[in-house]
């Protein structure tokens, strides 16, 4: 993730008021906060009011003290309204993740989280109990105990510690694949109509080598009639695009893309005492692939967009998805791509699906998502630069009216410190809370490296996705296709040489030279009608070749 490997030690440990500085320093650090609170602090702790259940974020910070009796919550049916996490790097992100993650599980609902850096991981484990850890719980009012909570481990194609997560090609579709492949938008235009034909001739997409396979066929010699038949798809273009998947496929990248392909349903299981699992996908192998994992998460997403049922506004969410380094999911993006996630975000909540964006400024996101976030936690910004001082500016525009001055306080909170706003039990947003987060319960870095490869292999679905399977798909039927034409046009060289040099001898006899042709023009006939030699031109793969149902990023619909 994001953060620096010093949120594990101050923001989760709770040095000092949680910043390293004094209460002069910042205007927000620690002091006693028994008594009765000022009148500005009981309006903003009774926005914080909730009835039902709820996850306990921390403690107001109030005119230089933290007023452990003034709590900062977020109900638990509005985990479902999405939400942003963001700040710079250093300011404790990570641990505000690891926090949440562990309070939605202790309520059955099961997490996924993206593990970066590989220090996500220790939520598996119990943390260890220490002075830094008793001060922040007293600071905050928390009652802390070390605790371990469910995980599964995964790993994007198996590079990695981690169950195996592989797509096909078709499932993945040609507007996330374009957003991998940095294409153009004339060229995810074209990437579609490729996608059309293959799920229209059956020609299953499971990995790269069958898109490639495709693509080379319809620009050979072969397929052009194919290619010609396809509206608006030049050679040119389905060129680019081979030259593409050639070079993503050399990358390395082809670990990714095959079969068993991953059923996200796996990620909305509880463990067997009801505490929901949390799902922890590692990216440390994958870090210098950031268009890639980015990319991937989305499909995961938008599979279970696709899978789950309608269910309204329930108690607590199905599931939360925590989706960080946000911003390498917009950078390039074309507007079909911001499109459709904007639409995904919208209409995912009423599948029980809530999802958070983790980034250092709100500005990464786009401002048509941005508005579809009800939640919200601000680290501290930095103000280094001009660049810096507007962003800082934008962001305090965009939260509700405050008594804290918003771009003071923004760059002199300290690790482990936020600047809250949530949705209330009613659905209203809540009074803007300078907030001193609580300690997470688990280990604060990564989790042992041997202890976390057990744990991947001891997991029931090891056995079910740790195997890569290679079935017969498009890359195998183009290449039976090509031999069988070879052959049939050999035996058809082969005859014609033959009647010829029968015919220049002169030694058949006028019956016989009257019935060779029609012989071998019989068995040429037999070649060039066969089903295999003619699927090739026209109907390929006619029983599977009903047309695939495909959803907002182009991704399939219908499983093989």
């Given at each position: 993730?994001?953060?620096?490997?010093?949120?594990?030690?101050?923001?989760?440990?709770?040095?000092?008021?949680?910043?390293?500085?004094?209460?002069?320093?910042?205007?927000?650090?620690?002091?006693?906060?028994?008594?009765?609170?000022?009148?500005?602090?009981?309006?903003?702790?009774?926005?914080?009011?909730?009835?039902?259940?709820?996850?306990?974020?921390?403690?107001?910070?109030?005119?230089?003290?933290?007023?452990?009796?003034?709590?900062?919550?977020?109900?638990?049916?509005?985990?479902?309204?999405?939400?942003?996490?963001?700040?710079?790097?250093?300011?404790?992100?990570?641990?505000?993740?690891?926090?949440?993650?562990?309070?939605?599980?202790?309520?059955?609902?099961?997490?996924?989280?993206?593990?970066?850096?590989?220090?996500?991981?220790?939520?598996?484990?119990?943390?260890?109990?220490?002075?830094?850890?008793?001060?922040?719980?007293?600071?905050?009012?928390?009652?802390?105990?070390?605790?371990?909570?469910?995980?599964?481990?995964?790993?994007?194609?198996?590079?990695?510690?981690?169950?195996?997560?592989?797509?096909?090609?078709?499932?993945?579709?040609?507007?996330?694949?374009?957003?991998?492949?940095?294409?153009?938008?004339?060229?995810?235009?074209?990437?579609?109509?490729?996608?059309?034909?293959?799920?229209?001739?059956?020609?299953?997409?499971?990995?790269?080598?069958?898109?490639?396979?495709?693509?080379?066929?319809?620009?050979?010699?072969?397929?052009?009639?194919?290619?010609?038949?396809?509206?608006?798809?030049?050679?040119?273009?389905?060129?680019?695009?081979?030259?593409?998947?050639?070079?993503?496929?050399?990358?390395?990248?082809?670990?990714?893309?095959?079969?068993?392909?991953?059923?996200?349903?796996?990620?909305?299981?509880?463990?067997?005492?009801?505490?929901?699992?949390?799902?922890?996908?590692?990216?440390?192998?994958?870090?210098?692939?950031?268009?890639?994992?980015?990319?991937?998460?989305?499909?995961?997403?938008?599979?279970?967009?696709?899978?789950?049922?309608?269910?309204?506004?329930?108690?607590?969410?199905?599931l939360v998805f925590f989706f960080d380094e946000a911003h390498l999911l917009f950078n390039g993006?074309?507007?079909?791509?911001?499109?459709?996630?904007?639409?995904?975000?919208?209409?995912?909540?009423?599948?029980?699906?809530?999802?958070f964006f983790v980034t250092q400024t709100p500005r990464d996101v786009p401002g048509d998502v941005?508005?579809?976030?009800?939640?919200?936690?601000?680290?501290?910004?930095?103000?280094?630069?001009?660049?810096?001082?507007?962003?800082?500016?934008?962001?305090?525009?965009?939260?509700?009216?405050?008594?804290?001055?918003?771009?003071?306080?923004?760059?002199?909170?300290?690790?482990?410190?936020?600047?809250?706003?949530?949705?209330?039990?009613?659905?209203?947003?809540?009074?803007?809370?300078?907030?001193?987060?609580?300690?997470?319960?688990?280990?604060?870095?990564?989790?042992?490296?041997?202890?976390?490869?057990?744990?991947?292999?001891?997991?029931?679905?090891?056995?079910?996705?740790?195997?890569?399977?290679?079935?017969?798909?498009?890359?195998?039927?183009?290449?039976?296709?090509?031999?069988?034409?070879?052959?049939?046009?050999?035996?058809?060289?082969?005859?014609?040489?033959?009647?010829?040099?029968?015919?220049?001898?002169?030694?058949?006899?006028?019956?016989?030279?009257?019935?060779?042709?029609?012989?071998?023009?019989?068995?040429?006939?037999?070649?060039?009608?066969?089903?295999?030699?003619?699927?090739?031109?026209r109907s390929v793969g006619t029983q599977l070749g009903r047309e695939i149902s495909r959803s907002?990023?182009?991704?399939?619909?219908?499983?093989?």
């Amino acid at each position: 993730m994001s953060d620096s490997d010093s949120t594990g030690e101050d923001a989760g440990s709770g040095t000092g008021g949680g910043s390293g500085t004094d209460a002069s320093d910042t205007g927000v650090a620690s002091g006693g906060g028994a008594g009765v609170l000022p009148q500005p602090a009981q309006e903003i702790a009774a926005g914080y009011a909730v009835s039902g259940a709820a996850l306990d974020l921390g403690a107001l910070l109030w005119d230089g003290a933290c007023l452990p009796d003034a709590q900062i919550r977020i109900p638990l049916a509005m985990l479902n309204r999405h939400g942003l996490v963001a700040g710079a790097t250093g300011t404790g992100k990570t641990k505000t993740l690891q926090l949440i993650a562990e309070q939605l599980s202790a309520h059955g609902v099961p997490v996924f989280l993206a593990d970066i850096k590989g220090d996500v991981s220790g939520i598996a484990a119990p943390g260890a109990p220490g002075d830094k850890v008793a001060e922040r719980a007293g600071q905050v009012g928390q009652q802390w105990e070390a605790k371990s909570f469910p995980c599964e481990f995964y790993a994007l194609g198996g590079i990695g510690p981690g169950i195996p997560l592989r797509a096909t090609v078709t499932s993945f579709g040609p507007v996330l694949l374009s957003k991998v492949l940095q294409l153009n938008q004339t060229q995810e235009q074209s990437l579609s109509l490729i996608f059309h034909y293959a799920d229209a001739k059956g020609l299953e997409l499971i990995d790269l080598k069958d898109l490639r396979a495709v693509v080379a066929f319809l620009v050979s010699d072969t397929g052009r009639a194919e290619l010609k038949e396809i509206g608006g798809l030049s050679t040119a273009t389905a060129g680019v695009i081979l030259r593409s998947v050639t070079a993503f496929e050399q990358q390395g990248a082809s670990d990714f893309f095959g079969e068993p392909e991953f059923g996200t349903a796996e990620f909305l299981r509880q463990a067997p005492d009801g505490r929901g699992l949390v799902s922890v996908l590692e990216l440390a192998a994958v870090q210098d692939k950031p268009q890639l994992f980015s990319t991937f998460l989305m499909w995961l997403l938008a599979d279970l967009f696709h899978d789950l049922p309608e269910v309204g506004d329930l108690d607590r969410p199905k599931l939360v998805f925590f989706f960080d380094e946000a911003h390498l999911l917009f950078n390039g993006a074309s507007k079909a791509f911001l499109e459709s996630i904007t639409q995904t975000v919208r209409l995912i909540r009423s599948k029980g699906v809530g999802i958070f964006f983790v980034t250092q400024t709100p500005r990464d996101v786009p401002g048509d998502v941005l508005a579809q976030l009800g939640n919200r936690v601000q680290h501290a910004l930095r103000a280094f630069t001009p660049d810096d001082a507007k962003a800082l500016r934008s962001t305090v525009k965009t939260f509700p009216n405050s008594p804290y001055d918003l771009e003071e306080l923004l760059t002199r909170l300290g690790i482990g410190e936020a600047v809250i706003t949530v949705l209330s039990e009613k659905g209203a947003p809540t009074p803007v809370a300078a907030t001193r987060l609580r300690a997470p319960q688990s280990l604060m870095g990564p989790y042992p490296a041997a202890e976390l490869d057990a744990a991947v292999k001891g997991s029931s679905l090891y056995g079910r996705y740790a195997q890569a399977v290679d079935r017969e798909s498009a890359y195998e039927k183009l290449g039976a296709e090509q031999e069988a034409r070879q052959r049939a046009e050999a035996e058809a060289a082969d005859r014609a040489a033959v009647e010829k040099a029968v015919r220049g001898g002169g030694r058949a006899s006028s019956s016989g030279a009257g019935k060779a042709p029609k012989d071998d023009a019989s068995l040429v006939e037999q070649v060039v009608a066969s089903g295999m030699f003619r699927s090739l031109a026209r109907s390929v793969g006619t029983q599977l070749g009903r047309e695939i149902s495909r959803s907002l990023f182009g991704t399939a619909r219908r499983r093989r």
